[in-house]
C-alpha cells in the first residue's frame, strides 16, 4: 500500500505516537534539563538509562538531568512498560527528540554569536564559537523552543562520539531504596491520609450474603464501611485500625461459594479444555524428512507462577471535586486511566494517574487492581486521601498468575544426527488482561468491578501477536530445520486468573525447545554446544553460545558425576530481542541446589553495561526460583497458596554465583534485554540435572518428589 505525499513521516520508537517535543524534554533557565518518560522505573534501572541517553545527545553533565514523574496529565502516552521494549521504544524517542533539541538551540546559539553552525561545539550546556564567544543552553531556552513536532530530520550521534552511552553508570534510584529512604508508593504519606483495606471474597465464586456493617463501623479509628455487591473495603483513621476492623469483617461475613477452579494443578487439565487453534510456523522439505531415520517425543509443564512481589500492592487515592488522583506502581498509566474512568462512571479527564514505584514486580500483579480499591473507597471520604494496603494474602490469591502450560514436543533425526523435523504443540491461556488502550463498554480488567452490584465483565486474556507473541513467544525455533510445524492451542476459558508474568510464553516454549534440543543431541551422540551451533547460522546467536562454553570451560562431552553436572540453555527473546546463553552448574543433594550460572547477552548497543549485566544477573535468580520451588496450589473453591510457607521462594543463601559476559555492539541498535535470560536458564537447569544424573525433568517446579520419581 503506497503512502499518501502529505502524509507526517515516521518517526522512531514512541515519537510515532507522541510527537511533539515538549511532551518528552524541556530546557531549564536554571541549568537543568527535564525528561518527560512515558516508560515507569519497575525496578530495571530504565530511568537511569533514559537520563544518559539524554545527557549524551545533549552533551550536558549526566547530574543536569532531571525526571518527571509518569503522569498522565503531562507525560508522553507510552502504552505499558513491559516486553523489555523500553529502551526500544521510549528510550530510541527521547535519543531522537534530544538530538532534535540539540540542533534547535545550536540553531539559535549560531544566530546569536553571528556564525556558522561548523563553528560550534558544545561542552556541558556551553556553546563555544572557534571565533571567539559562547552562550549557554540556559541562555537559550524559551517556552516555545520545543512546542513544535518532531521532523525527524535530525540524526542522534554516531556510536563512535559516545562519552555517557555504553559507560556504566550508578542507577540514581539505588541509594534511597539500601539505605531505606522512603522510595515507593508503600511509603506514601500526605496529609489527612486514610488507610483502608479490602475484604476479598473467599473464592472466584463466592458471593457475599450477610455482614454487620454496624459492628465494623464501632470499631475504633472506623471512618467508613464501604459495600457495593460483593466489593467490601474498611477506612480507618491509623493502619493497625484498618487491619482490625478487615479482620472483623472477615469473622463476621457470610459468604456464598461455588466450585469454579479446576480439579487439579496438573496443568494437563488445559488438555482437555476447548482451544483456538493456529499454525503459527510451517516449513516443508520432502527431501528432508525422507531422510528421517528416528523419532522422538516429550512433553513439558510449567504451573501456574505468582509474581510474588516483597511489597504486596499499593495505591493511595484522592477523590475531590468530582476529580479523582490516583498514585500507582502500575506498568500503564493511560490504559489504567481508561479502566479507571469506565467503571467509576466518569470521563477520562477526571482521572489524574501519577506512576510511584511499587516494591517490585516483572509483570501484571495486583498494581492495577489496587488502584481502583483505592478510588472507591477515596470516593466515600471526599477530600481526604486514602492509602490501601494489600495484605499477603491478598496478593497471592488474587493477583493474576503467569499462566500454566504444556508444551509437546516431536522431532526426527537423520542418519547423520540432524534434525529433520520438528512439530511443536502448545497448550496456554492467553498472557495478558491488563488494561487495554481501547476497551468495550461494561467490560473492566480491575478485580473489583466483577464484584459489584452492577458487575462488569472480565475479557478473557489476549495475546500480544506475534512476532513477539504471548503464549507463542518465541514457540518459532530459531535454529534451522527443514521441516517444521508450530501451533498455538489457545485455551479460552480462564479458569484461574492469570495475566503477564516476566517473559510470558518465552520462558516455557524456551525451556522445552533447549530441553528437547539436549535429548536429541544425546540421541545422535553429539555434544550439546556442537549440536545446537550445527543447526544455527545466526552469527550473533552462535557468537553468545561460543562465548558462555568459553567463559564457563565447557569440554566437549563433559560428563557430570552423578551428583553434580553442568547444563547449556539459548534463545534470542522474542526471535527479535537479545541474544542470550547460559550454562548452569547443579549439585544435587537432598535438592537440586544452582551453584553457579554463566551468561553471555548481545543486546545490540548497551546504553549502561551495568545495569544490562543486572538485568541479566537478576533474570537467572528469578528464573532459579521459578524452576525449583514456584507453584500456585488451590482447590476447586479457593486458592490455598496464601503465605511464604506457601509458596517458598529462592533465598539469599541459596543463589547461585552468577557471571555474565556482555557482548557490546555499538554499531547495532539497542535490543530489550530485561527478559531474555529466563528460558535458556530454565533449560539449563534441566539440562545440568541430566548431565548429572542421567534424568530428565519435564515438568517444572523441578522438587525433591519429581527427582526421586524420575530416578526410578
Known amino acids: 500500500m503506497s503512502t499518501p505525499q502529505n502524509a507526517p513521516r515516521k518517526l522512531p520508537g514512541s515519537l510515532e505516537t507522541n510527537r511533539r517535543l515538549d511532551r518528552w524534554l524541556k530546557i531549564n533557565r536554571d ?26 545527545e545533549l552533551d550536558v553533565a549526566l547530574e543536569r538531568v532531571r525526571l518527571a514523574p509518569t503522569d498522565t496529565s503531562y507525560s508522553p502516552d507510552e502504552g505499558i512498560t513491559s516486553g523489555s521494549r523500553s529502551i526500544q521504544e521510549g528510550g530510541v524517542a527521547l535519543l531522537h527528540a534530544a538530538a532534535e533539541a540539540r540542533d534547535l538551540l545550536l540553531a539559535r546559539a549560531a544566530k546569536q554569536l553571528d556564525v556558522s553552525l561548523e563553528q560550534l561545539s558544545v561542552a556541558d550546556g556551553v556553546v563555544t564559537a572557534r571565533s571567539g564567544g559562547s552562550v549557554t543552553y540556559w541562555e537559550l531556552a524559551s517556552e516555545d523552543l520545543l512546542a513544535r513536532e518532531a521532523s525527524g530530520d535530525v540524526a542522534p550521534k554516531p556510536a563512535a562520539h559516545h562519552t555517557l552511552i555504553g559507560t556504566s553508570v550508578p542507577r540514581h534510584d539505588i541509594p534511597a531504596k539500601v539505605s531505606g529512604a522512603p522510595a515507593y508508593v508503600q511509603d506514601m504519606e500526605l496529609p489527612g491520609m ?49 487491619i482490625r476492623a478487615l479482620n472483623r469483617v472477615r469473622r463476621s461475613a457470610g459468604w456464598e461459594e461455588k466450585a469454579v477452579l479446576p480439579e487439579t ?58 476529580r479523582y488522583t490516583v498514585w500507582t506502581h502500575s ?16 470521563e477520562q479527564d477526571r482521572v489524574t ?100 452490584a452492577r458487575p462488569f465483565a472480565a475479557p478473557a486474556p489476549a495475546n500480544p501477536p506475534l512476532p513477539a507473541g504471548g503464549s507463542h513467544r518465541n514457540a518459532i525455533p530459531i535454529y534451522e530445520f527443514p521441516n517444521e510445524r508450530v501451533t498455538n492451542r489457545l485455551v479460552k476459558r480462564m479458569p484461574v486468573r492469570v495475566s503477564a508474568l516476566r517473559s510470558l510464553g518465552a520462558m516455557a516454549n524456551v525451556f522445552a525447545i533447549e530441553s528437547f534440543m539436549d535429548e536429541l543431541a544425546a540421541a545422535a551422540g553429539a555434544d550439546p554446544v ?80 551495568d545495569g544490562l549485566v543486572n538485568q541479566t544477573e537478576g533474570g537467572i535468580i528469578q528464573a532459579v526460583s521459578w524452576v525449583l520451588k514456584e507453584a500456585v496450589r ?33 554499531d547495532q541498535p539497542p535490543l530489550g534485554a530485561g527478559e531474555g535470560a529466563q528460558g535458556p536458564t530454565a533449560a539449563a537447569i534441566a539440562n545440568a540435572v541430566f548431565n548429572a544424573m542421567g534424568v530428565r525433568l519435564r515438568d517444572m517446579p523441578f522438587t525433591r518428589d519429581r527427582v526421586v520419581a524420575a530416578m526410578a
Open 194 to 242: 486514610l488507610h483502608g483495606r479490602i475484604a476479598r471474597p473467599p473464592g472466584y465464586g463466592a458471593r457475599l450474603l450477610t455482614l454487620d456493617e454496624a459492628e465494623v463501623r464501632a470499631l475504633p479509628g472506623v471512618v467508613s464501611v464501604v459495600r457495593n455487591g460483593s466489593f467490601i473495603g474498611v477506612i480507618a483513621e491509623r493502619e493497625e485500625q484498618a
Open 634 to 666: 488451590f482447590d476447586r473453591q479457593r486458592v490455598t497458596t496464601l503465605t511464604w510457607e506457601d509458596y517458598p521462594i529462592l533465598t539469599f543463601e541459596e543463589a547461585p554465583e552468577v557471571e555474565v559476559v556482555l557482548i557490546n555492539r555499538p
Open 31 to 56: 541549568g537543568t534539563v527535564t525528561v518527560f518518560p512515558g516508560k515507569v522505573e519497575i525496578g530495571q534501572g530504565i530511568l537511569t538509562a533514559l537520563r544518559q541517553i539524554v545527557a549524551e
Open 353 to 452: 494517574v501519577i506512576h510511584a514505584e511499587g516494591a517490585g514486580c516483572y509483570g501484571h500483579n495486583g498494581a492495577d487492581d489496587v488502584a481502583l480499591d483505592a478510588a472507591l473507597l477515596a470516593r466515600a471520604v471526599p477530600g481526604r486521601p486514602v492509602r490501601v494496603q494489600w495484605m499477603r494474602e491478598d496478593e497471592f490469591a488474587w493477583e493474576p498468575y503467569g499462566p500454566a502450560m504444556v508444551v509437546k514436543l516431536t522431532a526426527q533425526l537423520d542418519a547423520q544426527g540432524n534434525i529433520a523435523s520438528w512439530t511443536h504443540d502448545l497448550w496456554s491461556n492467553g498472557h495478558s488482561s491488563r488494561p487495554p488502550a481501547k476497551g468495550a463498554p461494561g467490560v473492566a480488567h480491575l478485580l473489583a468491578a466483577r464484584h459489584l
Open 530 to 609: 556442537e549440536f545446537r551451533l550445527r543447526h544455527l547460522k545466526d552469527p550473533r546467536a552462535r557468537a553468545v553460545i561460543e562465548t558462555v562454553a568459553a567463559k564457563a570451560g565447557w569440554r566437549r562431552g563433559e560428563k557430570g558425576d552423578g551428583a553434580r553436572g553442568r547444563g547449556i540453555g539459548f534463545a534470542r527473546y522474542k526471535n527479535l530481542a537479545c541474544y542470550v546463553a547460559v550454562v548452569a552448574e547443579i549439585e544435587v543433594e537432598n535438592e537440586i541446589r544452582v551453584k553457579r550460572a554463566w551468561a553471555a547477552i548481545d543486546a545490540g548497543l548497551a546504553i549502561n553495561p
Open 265 to 322: 494443578t496438573d496443568p494437563r487439565f488445559l488438555l482437555k479444555e476447548a482451544t483456538e487453534d493456529e499454525v503459527i510456523s510451517e516449513k516443508n522439505d520432502a527431501a528432508a524428512a525422507a531422510r528421517a531415520a528416528k523419532t522422538f517425543a516429550a512433553e513439558f509443564t510449567r504451573p501456574y507462577i505468582a509474581h510474588a512481589s516483597i511489597g504486596p500492592s499499593c495505591s493511595v487515592a484522592c477523590f475531590e471535586g468530582g
Open 331 to 346: 506498568q500503564g498509566i493511560y490504559p489504567l486511566r481508561r479502566d479507571l474512568a469506565s467503571v467509576l462512571g466518569v
